[in-house]
């Protein structure tokens, strides 16, 4: 596929495509544009000139164009859910639930960018009057990784658009066909041409390029921490605004006074989901030691009743999306096994004739762990969880908060003072208690420490797409 720039099927001035693999089969399924340092000029140019009529362009027509995306996303759910499928290798069910869930993400903002506020404080200085607008930020310059495509693109296009400023997104080289489908999405639902581009390419070879460029006012990146630490990096050398969300080792704790089927019901869902290829999944669990066998018996039974297979199959999980994430999983579980560890469940890539085209690592359960063993401490990427045993509410709070990442945390206590109190203690963006479910559209989601900077979702999100100006009034 090309790129899709100024509303249009662009091709790259390298006249290059590299191929997209199905990661259950290893087929080339597409082809994505390779471009270079002149197409990200020409595309960054696109988006100024359009821009200048975007910004101006009244709110309550953006809301209209986006509920109008939103629906045609609907109305197209199976080709974009079958792309997703194809390029991810997740079960079909869980690509539907991604289309629908970013087509109420864009109609939430479509809903929000409506109340957007400047203000006047009240001086009451006589023929003097300070006024606080908030004006768009200009071209924003979308990076997505390869886990969730729409739903992390949707994060960014929704609420820039709504603020009213011009993207240009740069989908993962190993997932951009959903994205181009988008645009083209967007495309029919009347955008004016250039408000929304798609570039796809080598993030190392487009990246500098696309952060330093002077028409870029804004960097909003969701992916690896290094690959987010380079881009932090190279944007506050040009003074660019960024929002990061990068990865996580989120804890789950569960109490001396847990529901252990709740917890063991919400933590294996949680830490498999999407072949545990999830930025705030459960990575490691403490448990109570009183609880400890309980709920390592529940866990493993339930994680292996999970099955493994194509995304048009009844599977529960698919492969891992390509063979560096995979080598991840399997690394951190030898590092674990060498420093003592137990494999209770999974542990090994799966094989025969069903699976040996893809990289299919089963939902991986590991007891006999410590924060020596990377399971503990380093992001996984993939479907294995560590998990150990602890005495007291503090040595747990300490041993959570014990690692670089602070993207998400889980409380499991029938005391709702202690799940409250431990929320409090814990050092992530986002803490659920009692329950983990899906980041809701009206409340921020982002990291704490090596997980990232800034917030996206909510009134929050679109605000970060907006700089405040005073304007000093004398009349
Ligand atoms: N915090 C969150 O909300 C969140 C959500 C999903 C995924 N993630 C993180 O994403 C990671 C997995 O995704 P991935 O493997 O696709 O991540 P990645 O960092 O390898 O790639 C992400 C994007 O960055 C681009 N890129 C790579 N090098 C670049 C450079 N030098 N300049 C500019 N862009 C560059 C890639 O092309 C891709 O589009 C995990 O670490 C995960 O935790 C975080």
Redesign the pocket.
Known sequence: MENFINGMWTKPRSEQYADVFNPCTGEVIETFACSNIEDVNEALHVANLAFKNWKKTPVAQRAVLQHKAATLMRQNAERLANSLASELGRPLAGCFTEISRSADLLDFYAEEGLRMKGEIPLHNLEGEKALIVREAIGVVVA??????PIT?LVMKLGAALMAGCTVVA?????TPISTLILAEIFMEAGYPPGVFNVLT????E???A??EHPITAKIA????????K??GA?AAMHNKRITL????QSPAIVCEDADITTAVIAIVRHAFANSG????RVNRVYVHKTKYQAFLAQAVALAQKLKLGNPHSNADMGPIVNQK?YQNSEAQVLDALEKGATVLTGGQRLRGEEYDKGWYFPPTIISDTNHSMKIMTE?T?GPVVGIMPFETNEEAIALANDSEYG?AAYVFSEQVGTGLRMAESLEAGSVWINNISRSYHDVP???VKQ??IGR?KGHYGIEAYTELKTIYLNY
Not at 170 to 174: R, V, Y
Not at 201 to 204: A, E, K, L, M, S
Not at 245 to 248: A, Q, S, T, V
Not at 277 to 280: D, I, L, R, T, V
């Open positions: 990076i997505t990784p390869f886990n969730y992390l740069k989908p993962s080289e190993d390419g080598w993030g190392y487009i990246g500098n696309l952060i990146f969701t992916g690896g921490t290094s690959t987010g380079r881009i190279t969300e990068l990865g996580g290829q999830f930025c705030y994430i992001e990427f993207l989601f982002g990291g997980s990232g996206e």
